[in-house]
């Protein structure tokens, strides 16, 4: 019987599909380049077939009730991306190299003031009260019944002395869940490595010292303002 992609992502397949061919178009010279693939058509039809299979196996999470929703639809690719490099032989930290710079590239088609409007949004009073919310329902155990493969995390407030806006400290993380469960624990690092650039694109320093993809009891994240010399581009990336 043919695997179910969940309706949520069905309706949204479209643009996933259009965006996975974009990054594919971008990270065309590196695959021949740094890669040293050759048959860069092949390659293409075989992410977007593997693509197809990540799609049925996304987790529903709430559907668009859910912030983590987008997070799953907007980083999944890459899992069909490093799962067709891995099988070609390439290693994860060259997968690794040109994933952060294919996703960074996406990003900054992004008009400027649209991404910094993006990014004064999402450090927003409003968007910081609707992810205390979010939060504090997805350590229920009502949540996790229903979605076990959502994330699990908590709001952290600043206290005297922090220099950042606000945070959030993951308890379980969807993308660790999904690899355990699909046999993808060797290139997860990869997706953790996207987060960087996909804040400092925003305007946002995302400051995190651990991960628990590396071992850790959960990732800090911690999220402040980028100095206006720096904000709109991509910073300085991060990795753990």
Do not use: W
């Not at 891995?86 to 088609?109: C, F, M, N």
């Not at 993308?175 to 804040?199: R, T, V």
């Amino acid at each position: 019987m043919a695997e179910i992609v969940h309706p949520f992502y069905a309706s949204h397949r479209a643009a996933m599909e259009a965006s996975m061919r974009h990054r594919l178009d971008l990270a065309e010279a590196m695959l021949g380049e740094r890669a040293q693939l050759s048959n860069i058509n092949g390659i293409r039809q075989e992410v977007m077939d593997e693509f197809d299979i990540v799609l049925t196996q996304m987790p529903y999470v709430g559907g668009a009730a859910s912030r983590m929703s987008d997070f799953f639809m907007r980083l999944m690719g890459f899992m069909a991306i490093s799962r067709v490099l891995r099988r070609h032989g390439v290693p994860l930290s060259v997968i690794g190299d040109i994933e952060r710079e294919t996703y960074k590239a996406q990003l900054l088609t992004v008009p400027e003031s649209e991404r910094l409007a993006a990014g004064r949004e999402f450090l927003s009073p409003e968007n910081q009260a609707l992810v205390r919310e979010q939060a504090a329902k997805s350590t229920t155990d009502s949540h996790r019944e229903e979605f076990p493969g959502d994330f699990a995390y908590d709001f952290v407030e600043p206290g005297p002395g922090d220099d950042f806006e606000f945070g959030i400290d993951y308890k379980a993380c969807g993308f660790c869940k999904f690899a355990a469960c699909h046999g993808d624990k060797e290139i997860l690092p990869n997706i953790c490595g996207l987060d960087f650039d996909a804040y400092a694109t925003r305007g946002i320093h995302l400051e995190r010292t651990q991960t628990l993809a590396g071992g850790a009891s959960h990732c800090n994240f911690r999220f402040s303002r980028l100095p206006a010399d720096q904000a709109g581009g991509a910073g300085p990336s991060t990795t753990d």
